[in-house]
């Protein structure tokens, strides 16, 4: 059992930048992890996953302005958000899954935290 806390949401206005955090009670190295959003009467959508092997995907909405990161020594993801819009409203969800290289499960769940951008 893996638990996660994401931090770091927050407002900010369109174009600017905000940084997630998700820090993982346990070892992360054997985990893929990626991130996902939900905007209210919208789906849920993964945003980008990084799997054990440091292979990176990205949804094409966010390509080129979000990085996402892990530090296994940490146990923690991250994601950088820049030239954020306001369709990046969302809370915003830190996911670990069991299948190292495709992510085709998602197994643990952070509680989420909130981004909001302003036009």
């Known amino acids: 059992q893996v638990q996660l806390v994401e931090s770091g949401g927050g407002s900010v206005q369109a174009g600017g930048s905000l940084s997630l955090s998700c820090s993982a009670s346990g070892y992360i190295g054997d985990l893929c992890m990626a991130w996902f959003r939900q905007a209210p009467g919208k789906e849920r959508e993964e945003v980008a996953r990084v799997n054990a092997y440091y292979t990176e995907t990205y949804a094409p909405s966010v390509k080129g302005r979000f990085t996402i990161s892990r530090d296994n020594n940490k146990n923690a993801l991250y994601l950088q958000m820049n030239s954020l819009k306001p369709e990046d409203t969302a809370m915003y969800y830190c996911?670990?899954?069991?299948?190292?290289?495709?992510?085709?499960?998602?197994?643990?769940w952070g509680q989420g935290t909130q981004v909001t951008v302003s036009s």
């Open positions: 996911v670990a899954s069991i299948k190292q290289r495709s992510c085709s499960t998602a197994d643990y």
